[in-house]
Every structure is written in structure tokens, then in C-alpha cells.
């Protein structure tokens, strides 16, 4: 039924969304910034004077844990309500809904953006550059591929149960301690760890600490369980909204 | 124009639409509650047995009283929720004018809600850098444009809203309700525009409770009471129809 330029809308509401959050912020792209160095302080704090943590230059490693796991949960939490928050568009334009999520979590890659700014020139001046930071467009796309597909499954339940919006922020609390957001991943038991790789948000913690912090190339089968992972949460994703998209009008 | 003049615009067989009246109630606890007792959620019946065909380059109006179904049926044309039973076709690019900038907020300014609500319809990049003076133009928001929108009289808001949706060229102009909202000047251009679109064999589709809007856009109408239709025809006699109906001494009568 729609026929119009999918690139050109995206690209539009991207822009609309950023332009609205930050218009109204007198610090602007500060706000990016100041979340995870807040974050960083803390858990600096925390794990060098409480629990004593011995790695080297720990601020860049945990930096490589909060960076990736923030922006999941806020593009996840915000692309499980976007079509409930945006119920005016859903009742009155016949744009394809798929684009309401999608949408959601790019913009939140704006933020992604300045964050991994921070992280590499802050990786720059305590490590250096290294040739396998061309890995590193890979594992940020495998993850926005994923959340994209989680924001798109999790916004469709929530048109017909409000509370998975509730779900979703209980699930990004457990998920902080299964993430190696402030640990090393190394200390998870073997037996859990065939299971524990293939969460891509895990997984891009792992592989950006490879990348970054050990100046290594990413492991292949944690890449590839990765890749497996993403591809198949989008395509659920997917699948279960266009089931349920029809439905839309009805309850929102 | 690809489109043949054989295929009608708009096709309606038989369709039926109906909401559940859940009361918003959508959390986890009446969901259990509904599969513990089994119970279905009351229907309420916005349409019934509706089957009407809407040619190329005609501009029909749909009449009746609050309630009376005339919004479930623009939606259903503009393809925002499917019927219940029944078919509705549409053969062409729509473009709807159901609220008042659908699509529009407030804190972009004029000419990046243009740009937004004009991809929302479907317009490529390049249309667009084409057609955003003529749109602007056409509006004569003049240097308001760069404006946040919350600045703007509804009036205003309706002038970019029409000024976005017939530039878009569509085949099927849907329209709710909004032209009310213009200033006599502008309402004369709108219609001016709209009787281009009637001779270049487009095709309209609308609401309006003004007499003498739908007198000078449409020549029929299509009359729903309760979701039912009750006549179609041309204009002045459906809703010479309609209008006694609705009559107080009819109303006597039939009570």
C-alpha cells in the first residue's frame, strides 16, 4: 500500500526525535557525555576501593561494558513504548509501523555515537590505536541489529499488555549482572559460558574489551554465535509484528 | 497516470468493523481474567453491511450524525485498520487529512514538519526538494516557516496540513473535518485547488457537518446512521433526506 522512500522517512523521523530531545536541553549532546562518566565514576569507585579489582586502566574497561549497555537499555525501553507513545501517528498516518521502533532505536544511536566517541579517545590516549578497531562498525551494527529486533517484538506485546514496558525494565536489570558490564567476562564458570556468549550484549562487551582493551582481534565463535543471535531476535522480531500490526488500530 | 479509468477508486463490499470495549483496561490482570472466565469483550459495531464504489474524479461526502460510523469508514479507506468481514479496495496513492497535522509537532518548526509529514505520505527525497517551495507558497505561511509550529494558529496549521497533502498529488483525497478551521480567503483557494483535483478526474473522499462546505465540494453523498448506510446519492437530495430526518417533527413521529 505504501509506496514512499523508506531511507528518506527514517532519515526524517531520526532527525525530528534528536531535534526535539535536544532543543529543549540547555547542555545539549552534554547529557550523552555526562551519563556514562557519571556511571564510570561510580563503578570506578566501587570496584577499586570496595571490592578491590586489580585490572589495569579499569575506567577504559568499564567504559566498554557501560557504553554498549546503556544505549540497550534505553533503546530498548524506549522502543518498547514507541508505538503506544506514538499512537497518534499509528491512528492516522498509513505509514508501515515497522518504522516506529526502527526509528526509536536509531535515534538513541545519536547518543550511541557521542558515547563511543568518549570511549575510543579515551581508548586512544591510554592504549593507541590498533588495526582491529576495524572490527569494531561490526559489533556495534550486530547490536543495533538486535535491539532493533527486541524494541521491534517488545513494542508490539506492549500495544496488547501494557506491562511488558514493566518486564522490560526488570529484564535490563538482570541482564546488568549477566552483561560483563563491571566484571571480566573470564570469571564466568565454563559450564555457564556456552550459553552466556550467545547474548549479543555480552557479546559486544566481550569483543569491544578484545578490540579495545586488549588490543586483539575478536574470538570468531563469539562473533559468529553473535551474528546468529542478532539475526535471529531480528527476524522474530519482525515476524511477530507483522502478525500482530493489524490488530494496532484497534488497541491503542 | 497508470490508473485506468475502468477500476473504481474506492471499493466497499460488505464490510463490517467492530471495537471491543475493553475500557483501556490492557494490563496482564484482565488478560487473565478474560482467559480464566472465558468471557468476550462486549463488541461495539461502528459499521454494518456498508457496500458502496467510488469511481475516478467523483467527490462524495459521508453524512450523519455523531457516532454514526463516518470516521471508521474514512479510516478503514485510508487502509489504518482492516474490517471485520468484507473487502475494502483502494486503487491509487491516497493521501488523508483526518487530524489536524496528524504527523506535526509542535516544537519543529513549519518547514521540518513539512519535510516529515510530506515523507509520511510517501514523497521521495527529491520530490520533496522539488515541491517544498510550492507547498510553502501555497500555505502563505511566508516567514513563519521557520517558526516552532506551537507558534502557529490552528488556522495556520491546517493552511500547511492541506498545502502537504494536495501537493503530494494523490489520486484519493480523504479528508475529516479539517477545512473548517481556515479563514474564508483560504477556504475559496482550497476549493479552487479541489476542483482542479475533480477535473483532473482525482477522486475525494470526506466529512465535513458544514452544509455548505460539502454544497461546493461534493456532488454525492453517502448517509450512515448507527453504523447502517441508509441512502446514497447525489448531494442535495441525500441530505434533504438526512436533514428530516433529523427534524424534530420526525423525530416526534417516529417516537
Same mark, same amino acid.
Given at each position: 500500500?505504501?509506496?514512499?522512500?523508506?531511507?528518506?522517512?527514517?532519515? *526524517? %523521523?531520526?532527525?525530528?526525535?534528536?531535534?526535539?530531545? +535536544?532543543?529543549?536541553?540547555?547542555?545539549?549532546?552534554?547529557?550523552?557525555?555526562?551519563?556514562?562518566?557519571?556511571?564510570?565514576?561510580?563503578?570506578?569507585?566501587?570496584?577499586?576501593?570496595?571490592?578491590?579489582?586489580?585490572?589495569?586502566? +579499569?575506567?577504559?574497561?568499564?567504559?566498554?561494558?557501560?557504553?554498549?549497555f546503556s544505549f540497550f537499555t534505553v533503546a530498548w525501553g524506549t522502543g518498547t513504548t514507541s508505538i503506544v507513545d506514538n499512537a497518534g501517528l499509528i491512528k492516522r498516518v498509513p505509514v508501515p509501523r515497522e518504522v516506529v521502533p526502527v526509528t526509536t532505536v536509531l535515534s538513541c544511536c545519536i547518543h550511541l555515537l557521542v558515547q563511543v566517541m568518549l %570511549?575510543?579517545?579515551?581508548?586512544?590516549?591510554?592504549?593507541? %590505536? *590498533?588495526?582491529?578497531?576495524?572490527?569494531?562498525?561490526?559489533?556495534? =551494527?550486530?547490536?543495533? %541489529?538486535?535491539?532493533?529486533?527486541? #524494541?521491534?517484538l517488545s513494542a508490539a506485546l506492549n500495544v496488547f499488555v501494557r506491562?511488558?514496558?514493566?518486564?522490560?525494565e526488570s529484564a535490563t536489570w538482570v541482564l546488568l549482572f549477566l552483561v560483563p558490564v563491571f566484571y571480566d567476562s573470564n570469571l564466568m564458570p565454563p559450564? +555457564?559460558?556456552?550459553? +552466556?556468549?550467545?547474548?549479543?550484549? #555480552? #557479546?559486544?562487551?566481550?569483543?569491544?574489551?578484545?578490540?579495545?582493551?586488549? =588490543?586483539?582481534?575478536?574470538?570468531?565463535?563469539?562473533?559468529?554465535?553473535m551474528v546468529g543471535a542478532s539475526l535471529t531476535v531480528f527476524l522474530l522480531g519482525l515476524l511477530v509484528f507483522h502478525r500482530l500490526k493489524p490488530m494496532f488500530y484497534e488497541h491503542i | 497516470m497508470s490508473i485506468s479509468d475502468r477500476q473504481p477508486a474506492i471499493v466497499f463490499q460488505d464490510v463490517w468493523k467492530s471495537f471491543a470495549r475493553h475500557a483501556g483496561q490492557l494490563l496482564i490482570r484482565d488478560r487473565l481474567i478474560q482467559l480464566l472466565r472465558s468471557q468476550r469483550l462486549e463488541k461495539f459495531h461502528a459499521l454494518r453491511e456498508i457496500s458502496f464504489t467510488v469511481h475516478h474524479g467523483e467527490s462524495v461526502a459521508v453524512i450523519g450524525h455523531n457516532g454514526a460510523g463516518k470516521s471508521t469508514l474514512l479510516n478503514l479507506a485510508t487502509n489504518l485498520c482492516r474490517p471485520d468481514q468484507g473487502r475494502v479496495e483502494i486503487h491509487g496513492r491516497i493521501a488523508a487529512l483526518l487530524d489536524l497535522g496528524a504527523g506535526f509537532h509542535p516544537d519543529l518548526t513549519g518547514a521540518e514538519n513539512v519535510r516529515t509529514?510530506?515523507?509520511?505520505l510517501g514523497l521521495s527525497r527529491r520530490e520533496v526538494r522539488e515541491k517544498f517551495d510550492e507547498m510553502v507558497a501555497f500555505s502563505e505561511i511566508g516567514d513563519f516557516i521557520n517558526e516552532p509550529l506551537r507558534t502557529y494558529s490552528s488556522g495556520m496549521v491546517m493552511r500547511l496540513a492541506f498545502s502537504v497533502a494536495v501537493t503530494v498529488d494523490p489520486d484519493i483525497l480523504i479528508i475529516d473535518e479539517v477545512l473548517g478551521v481556515g479563514d474564508v480567503a483560504f477556504f475559496a483557494k482550497c476549493q479552487e485547488r479541489i476542483m482542479q483535483f475533480r477535473h483532473a478526474g482525482k477522486t475525494i473522499l470526506c466529512v465535513s457537518h458544514s452544509n455548505a462546505t460539502l454544497k461546493d465540494l461534493c456532488t454525492r453523498a453517502v448517509w450512515l446512521d448507527h453504523g447502517r448506510m441508509m441512502d446514497d446519492g447525489p448531494l442535495a437530495q441525500v441530505v434533504d433526506a438526512y436533514k428530516s430526518a433529523m427534524s424534530p417533527q420526525a423525530a416526534y413521529s417516529a417516537g
Open positions: 500500500m505504501w509506496r514512499g522512500d523508506y531511507l528518506y522517512l527514517i532519515q *526524517n %523521523l531520526v532527525v525530528k526525535d534528536f531535534k526535539i530531545r +535536544y532543543r529543549n536541553m540547555s547542555l545539549g549532546v552534554l547529557w550523552s557525555l555526562l551519563n556514562p562518566l557519571v556511571m564510570m565514576t561510580v563503578y570506578y569507585f566501587v570496584f577499586t576501593q570496595i571490592f578491590k579489582s586489580n585490572l589495569p586502566n +579499569y575506567p577504559l574497561f568499564l567504559l566498554c561494558g557501560i557504553v554498549p %570511549l575510543l579517545s579515551i581508548a586512544i590516549f591510554t592504549k593507541g %590505536l *590498533n588495526r582491529h578497531w576495524v572490527w569494531l562498525p561490526v559489533v556495534w =551494527a550486530l547490536e543495533i %541489529l538486535f535491539v532493533c529486533g527486541l #524494541a521491534l506491562d511488558t514496558r514493566y518486564m522490560v559450564k +555457564y559460558r556456552p550459553i +552466556y556468549d550467545y547474548n549479543p550484549i #555480552a #557479546a559486544t562487551v566481550i569483543s569491544l574489551r578484545k578490540i579495545v582493551y586488549e =588490543a586483539q582481534p575478536p574470538v570468531g565463535s563469539t562473533l559468529w554465535k | 509529514n510530506a515523507s509520511l
